[in-house]
């Protein structure tokens, strides 16, 4: 492919487009600092945000805007520590007030130590929340049902776990995830799970749009660099999801010919 | 003369001169406006109605404002 095609290879959502196809979080860094350069090393155009009660008590400590510009950055508040539909609703009211964003990822989590998607809370939230003009980006569990029920609701994409929420285990259901992949027309993301470049890699190549991972950057041992490496791993994922791989064969197949061979 | 009144601010309850608005509030509380948001009572204030909007004794209001998640 060359750099012009490259260039346009873009995905779109809820009438947004993106270059590129990595979204990070911005929790679990060790200071505002690093969660800044990790971003910028990571070339997402997509940070996830959390909305929680200011400390009161400390009301000029440094805010994540001043290092995360919501003007440079695509804010995608959501709803992390939510466990019922209200919660998640009354969540994404303020954070809409408080930035005018009504793109956001819904979250609904069952309780330690799985944190699997609550897909029956999940379900009633994104109802309301999309009945309130928010257009919303759904975490999900690994359910084509599920799936096929929030994207005939009105999500506006379909982002199911690899393996459990900052667990690193890398994508357990890849036969799964192709699936799903198949059958939506929305755009396609792996949200949790992630651990290391390969697995980015894998989900790219599975043919998901984007994906969106937090702890793989921000627990690697150097957070900056782990970000370059997620943003190559992404270019070359869907690099080879493009030029579409070769098909497996349960056998050798010599690259260099049998014929001519001296004697 | 100045009366006073209690709200519930992030949980916690506090004592504030009345009458106060939710914009002489965080006034007082020395929050950036530009960087927070305010439900009263379960219900979102629009900034735009900072300035307009008394708060009545025995209100709740929630301050939130963005952090780093995942």
Redesign the interface.
Known sequence: MDGIAQAEDTWTVAGRQFRSRLIVGTGKYKDLEETAAAIEASGAEIVTVAVRRVNLSDPKAPMLQDHVDPKKYTYLPNTAGCFTANEAVRTLRLAREAGGWNLVKLEVLGPPPTLYPDMQGTLGAAEVLIKDGFEVMVYCADDPIAAKRLEDMGCVAIMPLGAPIGSGLGIQNPAMIWMMRQQTKLPFLVDAGVGTASDAAVALELGCDAVLMNSAIAHAQNPVLMAKAMKAAVEAGRLSFLAGRMPRKMGADPSSPLTGLIR | MHDSMTLT????TRIFPAPLSVAGLLGM????RR?????RN?E????SAYGETLLAGGDSL?????????
């Open positions: 601010l992030n949980g916690e509380l020395e929050l950036d960087k927070v948001a305010v439900e379960e979102i204030v629009p900034r929630e301050i939130v404002h963005f952090i780093g998640g995942g």
